[in-house]
């Protein structure tokens, strides 16, 4: 079978493959149908990845029909149609037992810490596949659930409710899956970008205001659409100490910051602010069995995930794609390959 492999810096190769055989009762194997390539698959390709090095096969985001089931796998069948959740935990942790493998200290997410969807047929956990709903007509956008799931998680982190205002920090496409989420549960986002044709995209899918990150009046104009109270929730979709900053001064007393940045450098932020606001902060990692939460507002008619991609690749055009996800192209969200 074919497989795309990041052979080393900037060079992917579509490579020969054994095909994977079912060797424990809870697997499951599906051909897969489309992968959507994420910031930590650039960072891969671009060499700049902490710990993952070529040669690997990457892929987190995937998607496909099931072909052959352990015995020991219940709920699913041959022939189902399923996004793949990359998650995984040790299964014995205190996280872990109670949910959310996601916080397991020593998590492994497939396509990172271990290999990933970017081959025609991919073996996995039968646990971790969940059916796409029938409304969902074009198979390869189930490869979008994955990063909608991240939006789910960042908002169920930060109890985003009814009526609430989100300030949400990054129009790419984390904070867009954010925006959608909080759509789903009544509230209103504030976007914030470097990037014009993001903050524009973000208007057309519904956000309240988008604003320069730079504008001099950023700060009055978010306060402007608050009540002068500052939003209810803040949300650090970029990673950068000098937005947790921010995040930590414009939410409003009571409200919560989200966290889904990973930048490990010191920031400026005092006890004295938390503690004033009686504010929460809370880091929100991957996912914690939000596919289902995803797949029901899918379902329901209330997401659609095209509007999380914005560019598709046939397996041959891989490199196309990387390199595109590397350039981001006015316009660009998201890259996805189709096999
Ligand atoms: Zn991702
Ligand atoms: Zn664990």
Redesign the pocket.
């Known amino acids: 079978m074919k497989a795309i492999e990041i052979s080393g810096t900037r060079d992917v190769r579509l490579i020969d493959k054994a095909e994977p055989v079912i060797s424990d009762p809870e697997e499951v194997i599906v051909k897969v149908k489309a992968v959507s390539i ?4 650039v960072h891969t390709f671009q060499g700049e990845h902490p710990f993952v090095k070529p040669p690997v096969i990457v892929g ?2 995937c998607c496909g029909e099931i072909v052959e089931c352990g015995s020991g796998v219940n709920g699913v069948a041959a022939g189902d149609r399923v996004a793949i959740d990359p998650v995984l935990g040790c299964g014995s942790c205190r996280a872990c037992t109670m949910g959310r493998a996601n916080a397991c200290a020593d998590v492994k997410c497939r396509g990172v810490h271990v290999q990933g969807a970017m081959q025609e047929y991919f073996k996995i956990r039968g646990r971790d596949v969940h059916k796409l709903p029938d409304s969902v007509d074009d198979l390869a956008l189930g490869a979008l659930v ?2 909608m799931a ?1 939006g789910a998680q960042a908002c169920w982190r930060g109890n985003v409710g009814e009526d609430h205002v989100v300030l949400v920090f990054g129009a790419g496409p984390i904070g867009i899956a954010v925006m959608l989420n909080a759509h789903c549960l009544g509230a209103r986002c504030i976007l914030i970008d470097i990037k014009e044709d993001r903050l524009q995209r973000a208007v057309e899918l519904g956000a309240l205001a988008a604003f320069t990150a730079t504008d001099p009046e950023l700060k009055e104009k978010i306060l402007a659409l608050t009540d002068g109270e500052g939003p209810h929730v803040t949300c650090d979709a970029v990673g950068h100490p000098v937005i947790f900053e921010q995040c930590i001064d414009l939410v409003a007393p009571t409200g919560a910051v989200v966290l889904l940045g990973m930048d490990g450098s010191p920031n400026e932020v005092t006890e004295q602010q938390i503690f004033r606001k009686e504010m929460t902060v809370v880091g929100s990692r991957m996912n914690s069995n939000m596919f289902p939460t995803i797949l029901d507002r899918v379902a329901r008619g209330q997401m659609q995930l095209e509007q999380m991609v914005s560019h598709r690749f046939a397996v041959d055009q891989a490199a196309e794609a990387f390199t595109m996800a590397v350039e981001q192209p006015a316009g660009f969200l998201k890259s996805m390959i189709t096999f």
């Open positions: 994420c910031g930590t698959d987190h985001e994955e990063p991240i």
